[in-house]
């Protein structure tokens, strides 16, 4: 009787999302702080057998992450995890969020390859099964988890457009410089029309009124002394 080989396993990956990897270490932080745990006691906290299959992939995705540090056969909660366990998605928490789905080779490699834009779940998938070797279901796992994770970061929007991380300052500043441009633009388109409506044959006189202001007065060339009283 003849048996059919086993396909080989698709390279070690993230199973879980970000979001979901956070929550389950949030529940191991609340129970356990900073204590050096065993492996049942992870499994314990999150209500699955540790000789399970499940558990492996779910320890592998907190370890990938940086979320649990790892001593020998004993695990604690990371200093990395506290960046994230707050609401407040600001961009420490982005700039934190986008390093630990990188510190997997695979999502690194995708990023890298695409840096301005993400491609669909499925053209993901498919790349992962014809150049990287995985196997058609976890070739659409990761997919999905990494689409997922970038959203949950704050970096994916709507079209899947790779968003750079800014600091709130930046973006002020950014808004203060786009304020200052549209008012140049406005006193230049205001200038322009005020020469077209005068003319080039006008003469100006700048009186000043108090310290640094001045009224500028133009009037034609050809001003005569009656018209001149009554300006």
């Known amino acids: 009787m003849s048996t059919k080989p086993r396909k080989p396993r698709s390279p070690a990956t993230p199973s879980r999302a970000l979001d979901d990897a956070i929550a389950d270490v949030k529940r191991i932080y609340d129970e356990h ?3 050096n745990l065993e492996k049942s006691e992870i ?9 399970s299959g499940p558990f492996g992939g779910r320890l592998f995705s907190l370890k990938e992450y940086g979320l649990l540090d790892q001593n020998g056969d004993s695990y604690k909660v990371s200093d990395t995890f506290l960046t994230f366990n707050t609401n407040n998605k600001d961009a420490k928490f982005k700039r934190a969020a986008l390093a630990a789905i990188r510190r997997s080779a695979t999502f690194q490699e995708i990023l890298d390859s695409y840096p301005d834009k993400l491609p669909s779940v499925s053209s993901i998938t498919h790349r992962l099964e014809t150049q990287k070797k995985f196997n058609p279901g976890p070739a659409k796992s990761a997919a ?5 994770s970038l959203r949950f970061a704050g970096v994916l929007d709507s079209s899947n457009n790779i968003l750079p991380v800014r600091d709130a300052s930046d973006s002020a500043a950014d808004g203060h410089d786009h304020e200052q441009g549209d008012r140049r633009s406005r006193n230049d388109l205001h200038d322009d029309h005020r020469e077209d409506t005068l003319g080039p044959d006008t003469l100006s006189v700048e009186i000043p009124v108090a310290e640094e202001r001045t009224v500028v007065i133009r009037y034609p060339h050809d001003l005569s002394a009656n018209e001149a009283t009554k300006v």
Do not use: D, G, Q, Y
């Not at 999905?144 to 997922?148: F, G, I, T």
């Open 43 to 51: 499994a314990s906290v999150l209500k699955v057998s540790a000789a």
């Open 33 to 35: 702080s900073h204590a």
């Open 144 to 148: 999905s988890v990494l689409e997922k």
